[in-house]
């Protein structure tokens, strides 16, 4: 018989506790370690410096004292959400920062002071530029296929073999 007793964290085992920043609901160790939880592709709208800036929860949480050592844990994590174990990875190939990933649901664990490594990561912000120069890219590459359909579409239809 319990009711909602939220999240625990899974690097300091203190309850989590959630906050919003820019609209984003997070589930944030503030009593412990820092840690920060990311429902699937939500810490895109929080990894580049500008973004959230001056919001008083984030800055908050970006003064906390980095946790652990650089690079990877070996330590397994459970997913808070679902419980698979989840991945120790590189978030960015050369970052050089260790991030927890749950390949089941998406979601991502930041260790403290991570976000704010992610944020001023020179390596991080190269690779984000590149993926929006991407997107971008491949957007153009549609709205130029769709143009180009519509404007066959508008020739006169001429009827095979004639
Ligand atoms: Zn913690
Ligand atoms: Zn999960």
Same mark, same amino acid.
């Given at each position: 018989?319990?009711? !909602?007793?939220?999240?625990?964290?899974?690097?300091?085992?203190?309850?989590?506790?959630?906050? @919003? #920043?820019?609209? #984003? $609901?997070?589930?944030?160790?503030?009593?412990?370690?820092?840690?920060?939880? =990311?429902?699937?592709?939500?810490? =895109?709208?929080?990894? %580049?410096?500008?973004?959230?800036?001056?919001?008083?929860?984030?800055?908050? +949480? +970006?003064?906390?004292?980095?946790?652990?050592?650089?690079?990877?844990?070996? $330590?397994?994590? +459970?997913?808070?959400?679902?419980?698979?174990?989840?991945?120790? *990875?590189? *978030?960015?190939?050369?970052?050089?920062? =260790? #991030?927890?990933?749950?390949?089941?649901?998406?979601? #991502?664990?930041?260790?403290?002071? %991570?976000? /704010?490594?992610?944020?001023? !990561?020179?390596?991080?912000?190269?690779?984000?530029?590149?993926?929006?120069?991407?997107?971008?890219?491949?957007?153009? /590459?549609?709205?130029?296929?769709?143009?180009?359909?519509? $404007?066959?579409?508008?020739?006169? =239809? @001429?009827?095979?073999?004639?």
């Amino acid at each position: 018989m319990s009711i !909602n007793e939220g999240f625990t964290c899974p690097a300091c085992r203190k309850q989590l506790q959630t906050v @919003r #920043i820019r609209g #984003i $609901e997070l589930e944030a160790c503030t009593d412990g370690c820092g840690g920060i939880w =990311f429902d699937a592709a939500e810490l =895109f709208r929080l990894d %580049e410096p500008e973004e959230g800036e001056g919001d008083p929860v984030l800055d908050k +949480l +970006l003064a906390l004292p980095r946790q652990g050592a650089a690079g990877p844990s070996g $330590e397994k994590r +459970l997913c808070i959400k679902c419980g698979a174990k989840m991945k120790n *990875h590189e *978030h960015r190939e050369g970052s050089g920062i =260790f #991030i927890d990933e749950c390949y089941v649901c998406g979601g #991502i664990w930041l260790d403290g002071g %991570e976000l /704010k490594a992610i944020r001023e !990561n020179p390596v991080v912000r190269q690779s984000n530029e590149e993926r929006t120069r991407m997107a971008r890219d491949f957007s153009q /590459k549609v709205q130029d296929e769709k143009k180009r359909l519509e $404007e066959a579409a508008k020739r006169p =239809f @001429r009827k095979p073999g004639r």
